[in-house]
């Protein structure tokens, strides 16, 4: 069974700094892996994904996020940090080639940007 | 092109009432997948649909709970006999095609019913 962790309940970051939104995950075989976001009383927005290739993904609104293979790791990054980038971040992983299947959310991680 | 469309938005029941969550997906999209977010987890999977067929309701509890979604018209997650646990968020997300994982199709979110069990 596949699982994702996010060891972090909590991001604090000034805007205009950089941000690292942490995430490892635990899946057989190749996994594909997605990020995205939830702001208050809404549903989740896709930020972006990894199937295969180029391990630095580039998604919305200016976050990245580079997949590890060795370290198990896709973490979200950005290089500066807005303030309406504070959200709730989900990490979610699901096994690829293998037809349809299900997405396993992390918990996710707040991200608050202060001013 | 409307995004996922859920509706109510909020819904109050008693313990022991029925409650019933409707869900529209995107335009084009024939897969239905219903979560459940309780306060400081993530979201857990329950059911994954296509029209008139459930595919994987794995993550479904055995008892109270059903899922549908008819040739026509919204997906419907029923719940039975509420209980203050069933108290959550519950999000249904669509997607053209099969998986998850396909290239060209994550998974659509619609907004939520936030479901409150008094």
């Known amino acids: 069974a596949q699982s994702v962790a996010q060891p972090e309940d909590q991001v604090n970051v000034a805007e205009g700094n950089p941000l690292t939104v942490k995430c490892t995950y635990s899946?057989?075989?190749?996994?594909?892996l997605f990020w995205y976001v939830q702001y208050p009383n809404r549903g989740l927005q896709f930020l972006l994904k990894?199937?295969?290739?180029?391990?630095l993904v580039k998604g919305s609104y200016g976050f990245e996020a580079e997949f590890n293979k060795s370290q198990t790791s896709f973490h979200l990054k950005k290089p500066s940090a807005l303030v309406s980038d504070s959200a709730l971040y989900f990490c979610?992983?699901?096994?690829?080639?293998?037809?349809?299947?299900?997405?396993?959310f992390g918990k996710g991680t707040m991200l608050l940007v202060s001013p | 092109n409307a995004g996922v469309m859920q509706n109510p938005r909020h819904l109050v029941r008693r313990r022991g009432q029925e409650a019933r969550l409707r869900c529209s997906p995107m335009?084009?999209?024939?897969?239905v997948y219903w979560y459940r977010q309780l306060p400081e987890e993530g979201l857990k999977f329950m059911v994954y649909?296509?029209?008139?067929?459930?595919?994987?309701e794995s993550g479904m509890p055995k008892e109270r709970f059903s899922a549908e979604f008819p040739k026509e018209g919204p997906s419907i997650l029923r719940i039975q006999q509420v209980v203050r646990g069933d108290s959550a968020a519950y999000f249904c997300?669509?997607?053209?095609?099969?998986?998850?994982?396909?290239?060209?199709?994550?998974?659509?979110f619609g907004n939520g019913t936030r479901l409150t069990v008094t």
């Open positions: 899946v057989s075989g190749n996994p594909y």
């Open positions: 649909l296509q029209k008139e067929n459930i595919i994987d």
């Open positions: 997300a669509s997607s053209p095609t099969i998986g998850q994982g396909d290239n060209n199709s994550p998974l659509h």
């Open positions: 335009k084009g999209h024939s897969h």
């Open positions: 990894y199937i295969t290739g180029d391990n």
């Open positions: 979610a992983v699901t096994p690829g080639n293998s037809g349809y299947s299900t997405l396993t």
